[in-house]
């Protein structure tokens, strides 16, 4: 009587297909995680820009609303434009006004401060500190970092026009948008818009 026996076990082909299949997997998994991965990156880089931005944006809003002569008895605004904001503001709280100047420059927003020296006080231009406060901001013609509004204001009316004279300026405007950037170059977070309108306290509203 013939009898047939069969080996047991697996053969290459079966062997290549399931090594196939667990590298496929493997893959998909890795490709998964990293997505997670990059989207933690960009929420938590989003949120933190957020926040920077926005206590930046607070600061900002504090200097100008305490805006007040100079220690040499200058008008307590300097200059203004769309782009830049000049002032006085005691921001050391030392009793006397630094001379704080925000303004925008390829797509930053830096602030400029010269302390007073001497005697008389000056405020030397050399002596400016200046650094950047707001990185990938985003600022056009259109859509002015500052814009200014005279005592006339309630709510609705036209910023005042070009040439402003500083004495009328009794309300603020700041107004940017910022774009975070991450290290990856295939995400970006979405544009974050932030504005804020100031009063000057310290100025007569006549």
Same mark, same amino acid.
């Given at each position: ?45 989003e949120l ?52 704080v100047r ?5 797509? %930053?927003? =830096? ?5 007073? +020296?001497?005697? $008389?006080? !000056? @405020? &030397?231009?050399?002596?400016?500190? /200046? ?15 500052? %814009?200014? =509004? ?5 709510? +609705?009316?036209? $910023?005042? !026009? @070009? &040439?402003?004279?500083?004495?009328? /300026? ?24 932030? +504005? ?11």
């Amino acid at each position: 009587m013939n009898t047939t026996s069969r080996q047991s076990g697996f053969s290459l082909i079966e062997v290549l297909v399931v090594v196939a299949i667990a590298a496929g997997v493997v893959l998909v998994v890795s490709n998964f995680s990293n997505n997670i991965t990059g989207l933690d990156v960009l929420v938590n880089s989003e949120l933190q820009s957020k926040s920077d931005v926005s206590q930046t944006l607070q600061i900002m809003t504090e200097e100008i609303h305490s805006a007040s002569v100079s220690a040499n008895g200058a008008y307590a605004i300097d200059s203004a434009t769309g782009t830049s904001f000049a002032f006085y503001s005691d921001i050391n709280k030392n009793g006397q006004a630094e001379h704080v100047r925000y303004f925008y420059s390829t797509s %930053t927003i =830096y602030k400029g401060v010269i302390a007073p +020296s001497g005697t $008389p006080p !000056t @405020y &030397p231009t050399s002596s400016e500190v /200046i650094t950047d406060v707001v990185d990938n901001a985003i600022v056009t013609t259109s859509s002015p970092l500052f %814009t200014y =509004y005279d005592s006339s204001y309630t709510g +609705s009316q036209s $910023p005042m !026009t @070009y &040439p402003i004279a500083v004495q009328s /300026i009794r309300l603020v405007k700041v107004a940017f948008t910022v774009q975070t950037n991450t290290t990856s170059t295939k995400q970006k977070s979405p544009l974050q818009y932030f +504005s804020n309108l100031i009063d000057l306290r310290n100025l007569d509203s006549n």
